[in-house]
């Protein structure tokens, strides 16, 4: 659907224009994505922080690390931490050298979440791209890093 039919609205200067299609497909694939996720029981930024995780294969990783690497960050880094703890897919380890400092590690659980997560998001994401070509794909992803300069 195009954009101004979408806002019943035209003649929007070409900045807005971009700006509010950006912003409608964001919360179109946040839309399709949550819906893919809610099965799993977890939100977009628990699927994210447990993809932090994973990411730091093996190694447990501090608060500010997964704040930094969140892809939303507004949301509140500690209180997703820890529903995934009582969830059990990641868990507190305290470190030796300095007992105060508190990193996060991924359990097993999460571990196993993921793999069964990772193919219904793929899918996903397939399915919101089929009608561009790779070339498409690599161009408005240039496109939008160049925004983000």
Known sequence: MKLEDQLKTSNLPLARKLSLGILVTANYIDDKVSEALKPFDISIPQFNVLRILRGQKGKPANLSTIQERMVSKMSNTT???DKLIAKG???RVI????????????????????KEIDPVV?????????NLT?????YITNCLNEIRK
């Open 79 to 81: 209180r997703l931490v």
């Open 89 to 91: 897919l990641a868990k």
């Open 95 to 114: 470190c030796e050298a300095n007992r105060r400092k508190v990193e996060i590690s991924i359990t097993k659980e999460g571990l196993q979440l993921l």
């Open 122 to 130: 793929d899918a996903v994401e397939a399915k919101m791209t089929e």
């Open 134 to 138: 790779e070339e498409n794909i690599e």
